[in-house]
């Protein structure tokens, strides 16, 4: 069975820029989270979307979005970014709930510069 | 208080020896509990999950669970060098959401 797959794996943009990160879940997973993760902060979450739905959302400014597709697929978008904004960008995939399991993809690097 | 706290380390254990590390956290209503290892400049991968009080055991890896005292540790038997990464503590709470601990570093060696 295929992982999680992120997509791109490494993003530069520069300050103001938007960038739109996608994620593929596993293969019958229906919710899919996103994660920032930095040096200083560790892993934060970002939100949780299940049947196309938000779940929740973690404490980031609404510069931060999200969108989940019919098939599970989920991306996310960053606008007007911020040189913080640079970070690891992770997606993790679930069954169901989130309360379960979750499984990581290779994360997407961005650099704002 | 931190929500999941881990000793950052570096928790340094000869090869063959036990790997201990532990984890607290604050949320009493916490429902599910992870470990998870993440190798520098990779992403995390899930190693154990524990739901109720007690120990569960996958091969080397055994976790621990005691919601009384709040407290997830997890023990690494015939710890290799392959084993040195950072482990993550990861609970989810009453805000269904899953909280991380900064991680500890542990180091094997030979």
């Known amino acids: 069975k295929a992982g999680v797959t992120q997509t791109p794996r490494y993003l530069i943009k520069t300050r103001g820029q938007q960038v739109t990160l996608s994620c593929s879940p596993i293969?019958?997973?229906?919710?899919v989270s996103w994660y920032q993760q930095t040096p200083g902060q560790g892993l934060q979450f970002l939100f949780e979307y299940f049947s196309e739905t938000q779940r929740n959302k973690g404490n980031f400014p609404g510069r931060f979005s999200g969108r989940q597709f019919s098939n599970s697929r989920s991306e996310m978008n960053v606008s007007t970014l911020e040189l913080g904004d640079s970070a690891l960008y992770l997606c993790a995939s679930c069954r169901d709930r989130a309360g379960n399991e979750q499984f990581f993809g290779p994360g997407t690097r961005l650099t704002v510069l | 208080q931190k929500e999941v706290e881990q000793n950052s380390g570096p928790l340094s254990v000869p090869e063959g020896a036990i790997a201990s590390l532990n984890c607290t956290y604050s949320?009493?209503?916490?429902?599910?509990f992870f470990w998870y290892r993440q190798y520098s400049g990779k992403s995390p991968e899930l190693i154990m999950f524990?739901?109720?009080?007690g120990d569960k055991e996958d091969g080397r890896f055994t976790a621990q669970l005691n919601k009384a005292s709040q407290y997830v540790s997890l023990l690494i038997r015939d710890s290799q060098p392959s084993d040195s990464a950072t482990y993550l503590c990861?609970?989810?709470?009453?805000?269904?959401?899953?909280?991380f601990g900064t991680g500890t570093r542990l180091q094997v060696t030979l």
């Open positions: 524990i739901y109720s009080n």
């Open positions: 949320d009493r209503g916490s429902q599910s």
């Open positions: 990861a609970v989810f709470g009453t805000a269904s959401k899953l909280t």
């Open positions: 293969s019958g997973h229906r919710s």
